[in-house]
């Protein structure tokens, strides 16, 4: 299984709105609603953000929205806050019964 | 609350065992039906999985890694377990367990583990 593909880096203003893609194919992104969005800070381990694509645990910001089309998926975050500086991973359920992460993403507040 | 802590050597030398444990606090590990799943991230580098067994001891692994490597249960410990064999540097990663259902809800905080002689 070959990682999900995302892009390495994103950047937008505090207060912008910024996405983040993450392709993969119909063996996992486009045959599953089970994409997952993980937030992870340096030295920290990874918080979970968005789950089934579009669900929220409790207690994460509103400002955080996650979505599908295909065999991409895309994690929003508007309202940009310095806060949110992070690195970001997706992952996705597969047809071999197995998880696959993407390759993150770096986001920069400017 | 449930949480998660990840134990075991921080140094392996090559060609041996690799071996952690991680601890379950604050709800059975037997209750409720859950996937509870390892992952390794080398520095400065993404996330892998490695695997996961369910609550009925049914096992997962990654195609990359199912060669040398076995995840297990001790529910009168509340525990669950990696073993990776025939370790080399590129082993060589901070190790987080973490368990969810259709996603990795709660992860334990991470333990390096460094393959060197």
Request: proline fraction near 4%; glycine fraction near 12%; include cysteine.
């Amino acid at each position: 299984q070959s990682a999900l593909t995302q892009p390495a880096s994103v950047s937008g203003s505090a207060g912008q709105s910024i996405t983040i893609s993450c392709t993969g194919t119909s063996s996992d992104v486009g045959g599953f609603n089970y994409v997952s969005w993980y937030q992870q800070h340096p030295g920290k381990a990874p918080k979970l953000m968005i789950y089934d694509v579009s669900k929220r645990p409790s207690g994460v910001s509103n400002r955080f929205s996650g979505s599908k089309s295909g065999n991409t998926a895309s994690l929003t975050i508007s309202g940009l806050q310095a806060e949110d500086e992070a690195d970001y991973y997706c992952s996705s359920y597969t047809s071999s019964s197995t998880w696959v992460f993407g390759g993150g993403t770096k986001l920069t507040v400017l | 609350q449930v949480q998660l802590q990840e134990s075991g050597p921080g140094l392996v030398k090559p060609s041996q065992t690799l071996s952690l444990t991680c601890t379950v606090s604050g709800g059975s590990i037997s209750s409720g039906s859950y996937y509870w799943s390892w992952i390794r991230q080398p520095a400065g580098k993404g996330l892998e999985w490695i695997g996961r067994i369910y609550t009925s001891g049914t096992t997962n692994y990654s195609p990359s890694l199912k060669s040398r490597v076995t995840i297990s249960v001790d529910t009168s410990k509340n525990q669950f377990s990696l073993k990776l064999n025939s370790v080399t540097a590129a082993d060589t990663a901070v190790y987080y367990c973490a368990f969810g259902l259709t996603t990795l809800h709660y992860w334990g905080q991470g333990t390096l583990v460094t393959v060197s002689s």
